[in-house]
């Protein structure tokens, strides 16, 4: 069992790493508000990313909504929360 150092220092790296992924979605939130993706996207446009089955614009505009959501709960005050232990 780690000890209790090694354990917030986990952490605190975690954090460190989830906030800058969270920076990083920020600035694709701004990009698609800033192109104006939700109108200049076609309904029946699809992206194939992986060889999988293709995205479309409902499954972008469904991570937007979510993006947006988790970022409005985290400026309540859980940002504060997460800075304390970013390294």
């Known amino acids: 069992m780690a000890s209790k150092l090694t354990y917030v220092a986990t952490l605190s790296e975690r954090t460190t790493r989830f906030l800058e992924v969270v920076a990083e979605l920020r600035e694709s939130t701004q990009q698609w508000q800033s192109?104006?993706?939700?109108?200049?996207?076609g309904s029946g446009e699809t992206f194939n990313i992986?060889?999988?089955?293709?995205?479309?614009?409902?499954?972008?505009?469904?991570?937007?909504?979510?993006?947006?959501?988790?970022?409005?709960?985290?400026?309540?005050?859980?940002?504060?929360n997460l800075y304390k232990l970013k390294r």
Not at 56 to 73: E, N, Q, S
């Open 50 to 80: 992986s060889g999988d089955q293709p995205l479309t614009k409902d499954d972008v505009t469904g991570v937007m909504v979510t993006l947006d959501a988790l970022l409005a709960l985290l400026s309540q005050g859980h940002f504060t």
């Open 35 to 41: 192109l104006d993706y939700s109108n200049t996207m």
